[in-house]
């Protein structure tokens, strides 16, 4: 069984960082692709971020690319999710997700419990 905790939310000013880390349980670790998904209020979730097992690729959604980044430590076994420059509309509950590479939900087999981010204007 795999398990996935989220932590490193909170609240921040525009402008501001933070980062979320995922640690997995449960199984070997590399053997996941790693993604990080958000859903705001009354939106869809929708796809922030992936990583290969390896993590020698990396997939960013547009509206991310040049303020977040993905990375991962498999020796920890933890994936983390570095946002910096946040906007207002980057407000939502923050998701990892352990599958198939991949910017569709639907392709990750585990999910976490998800971590609030809010940030204000």
């Known amino acids: 069984q795999v398990q996935l905790v989220e932590s490193g939310g909170g609240l921040v000013q525009a402008g501001g960082s933070l980062r979320l880390s995922c640690a997995l349980s449960g199984r070997t670790f590399t053997a996941y692709d790693m993604g990080w998904f958000r859903r705001s209020p009354g939106k869809e979730r929708e796809f922030v971020a992936a990583i290969s097992g390896s993590g020698g690729r990396t997939y960013l959604a547009d509206s991310v690319k040049g303020r977040f980044t993905i990375s991962r430590d498999n020796a920890k076994k933890t994936v983390f999710l570095q946002m910096n420059s946040l906007k207002p509309e980057d407000t939502a509950i923050y998701y990892c997700?352990?599958?198939?590479?991949?910017?569709?939900?639907?392709?990750?087999?585990?999910w976490g419990q998800g971590t609030q981010v809010t940030v204000s204007s």
């Open positions: 997700a352990a599958g198939a590479l991949s910017s569709r939900p639907y392709d990750y087999d585990y």
